[in-house]
């Protein structure tokens, strides 16, 4: 059996934000899940990047969502921000991919529930090119918040 027919049968299967069976078949062999592990940050007044790594490829991020190990409670005077960027890994300007506030707003973190941060609204800030280098960065308000242990999770497609 070819990868074509493979790809014919699982067309409609696979589902996402697409409507086209086509599309999503297409999905199901070109989305790919980065997991970043967020360590326990107790050192809330810190400036913290969590996890960096040089793109192995071209790729759009799709989703990105954290997930928590424990519980934490949103503060707008001790707020942190959280965010994706990526950068041209020779000392340029980062570009924010994806960001998440822990102010009253953008809401308290539930243990084992994911979080979703806000993608950016150009698409263009959301495409990596082969070789950026992508990074996940803390920068916090007054003494900051307790970062519980938890996991970062990009769903990307190879473009």
């Known amino acids: ?20 069976p086509v599309a999503d078949a297409q999905d199901l062999f070109t989305d790919i899940v980065i997991n970043l592990p967020m360590v326990l940050d107790a050192a809330a007044g810190t400036d913290y990047t969590y996890a960096s790594f040089k793109a192995p490829w071209r790729f759009r991020v799709i989703e990105a969502v954290i997930c928590p190990g424990a519980a934490l409670t949103a503060a707008d005077a001790t707020a942190n921000t959280y965010t994706l960027a990526k950068a041209d890994g020779a000392g340029g300007a980062a570009t924010t991919v994806a960001s998440v506030v822990t102010d009253v707003a953008g809401g308290s973190w539930v243990a084992d529930t994911f979080k979703s941060m806000t993608m950016s609204a150009t698409d263009a800030n959301r495409l990596v090119a082969d070789g950026q280098i992508v990074t996940l960065k803390k920068t916090h308000l007054s003494t900051g918040t307790v970062t519980p242990a938890s996991t970062l999770s990009l769903r990307v497609r190879k473009y």
């Not at 790809?7 to 696979?14: I, M, P, S, T, W």
């Open 1 to 20: 059996m070819t990868v074509e027919i493979v790809a014919k049968r699982l067309q409609g299967v696979f589902c996402n934000e697409e409507t086209d």
